[in-house]
């Protein structure tokens, strides 16, 4: 099995930073893209970022220029460096990984159960 562990939540006030990591392990293979969504209350989940195994990044147009993903291949993890903080930015932030498990032929989606990230005075 898989587990994907996500830390570095919390409390910020706006215009403040958070850096959040998530850690993959279990039998893995090999990851493909890793990525980070967020869901506030009474929206659906959307994709804040992501990355491949090559290092090709991707993000929303409400956090560009304020957010960066991350990763480091040799410890499955990938990190969220969030600065310039917003209210709207608060929600639970999920972390997901595609990754292939030893013995399958196939990619499959795994996610973290999620770190609350709320921007408030």
């Known amino acids: 099995q898989v587990q994907l562990v996500e830390s570095g939540g919390g409390l910020v006030q706006p215009g403040g930073s958070l850096r959040l990591s998530c850690a993959a392990s279990g039998s893995i293979f090999s990851i493909n893209a890793m990525g980070w969504y967020r869901q506030a209350p009474g929206k659906q989940r959307e994709l804040v970022a992501a990355i491949t195994s090559g290092g090709s990044t991707n993000y929303a147009d409400s956090v560009k220029g304020r957010f960066t993903i991350s990763r480091d291949n040799a410890k499955n993890t990938v990190y969220l460096q969030m600065n310039s903080l917003k209210p709207e930015d608060t929600a639970v932030y999920y972390c997901?990984?595609?990754?292939?498990?030893?013995?399958?032929?196939?990619?499959?989606?795994?996610w973290g159960q999620g770190t609350q990230v709320t921007v408030s005075s």
């Open positions: 997901r990984a595609d990754l292939q498990n030893y013995g399958s032929n196939y990619i499959r989606a795994y």
